[in-house]
């Protein structure tokens, strides 16, 4: 058969209506029913890992900075020690710590698949990330706040916390909201390897199935995600300025 006439006979050939295996948008169950219980695994591993990394992110970023050279307590081998540390956890690519986290993750949480293991992974890899954010932020302090403080009698403690966390927390929340976008798009990586939500569906249905319209709508639900969070953060951090 000649090139010509096998792409007559293409063109000829009638084109079926998509049948029972060939899902559409209306009907495909990988949205009907799994994309809302995959929003909720993607809201819950931003939701834990965000409020656990600022719990253990803001002590950390405080403690960088009390023993830095410009600290209320300098030590400078501890603060090297810390450091080094921090940016070691800081160095892993999200994907490859997630891995090389798995036995511990099942010792912990009691398995290596699902949201809840790859939240145990997305706070690890999170906190030294928001720590240095915190820790910027609360260095770029007019230290002369911190002289007049410590000239009124405050202590350490009161300074810490009534003067560097209450004079920084506009910039402090909108590193939260840049943390809690960060862990989105970690938590989308962690699906690669079995950890749920939006992430796990777009590989499972619109990568490994060539599932177009799954892609698309996993896609657009990861972006309203983010506009949400970056709005409220935004709200958040202008009603804490009172600047």
Do not use: C
């Not at 992110?57 to 405080?62: A, F, K, R, T």
């Not at 506009?170 to 909201?177: F, G, H, I, K, Y």
């Amino acid at each position: 058969m000649s090139l010509l006439d096998a792409a007559s006979t293409l063109l000829a050939t009638p084109v079926l209506p998509a049948g029972p295996g060939d899902p559409t948008w209306g009907d495909n169950p990988a949205l009907t029913e799994q994309f809302l219980p995959a929003v909720g695994e993607t809201l819950l591993m931003t939701f834990w890992p965000t409020l656990f990394t600022v719990i253990l992110g803001v002590p950390l970023g405080l403690f960088l900075v009390q023993t830095g050279p410009d600290g209320l307590t300098p030590k400078r081998t501890l603060n090297q020690v810390v450091s080094a540390v921090v940016n070691v956890l800081r160095s892993f690519p999200f994907i490859i710590l997630i891995i090389a986290l798995g036995p511990l993750t099942k010792m912990i949480v009691g398995s290596r698949l699902g949201w809840q293991a790859a939240s145990f992974a997305l706070v690890i890899s999170a906190v030294p990330f928001f720590a240095r954010l915190v820790e910027s932020n609360i260095a770029s302090l007019d230290h002369g706040k911190i002289e007049a403080a410590q000239m009124m009698g405050a202590t350490n403690r009161q300074i810490r916390w009534g003067v560097q966390v209450r004079e920084t927390l506009p910039q402090l929340v909108r590193a939260t909201t840049v943390l809690a976008i960060t862990v989105i798009g970690y938590n989308a990586m962690a699906g690669a390897v079995g950890g749920g939500g939006l992430g796990q569906m777009a590989i499972n249905y619109g990568y490994n199935r060539f599932q177009t319209d799954v892609m698309i709508v996993t896609i657009a639900g990861i972006i309203v995600i983010v506009m949400v969070i970056q709005v409220l953060g935004d709200m958040i951090s202008r009603l804490v300025d009172h600047r």
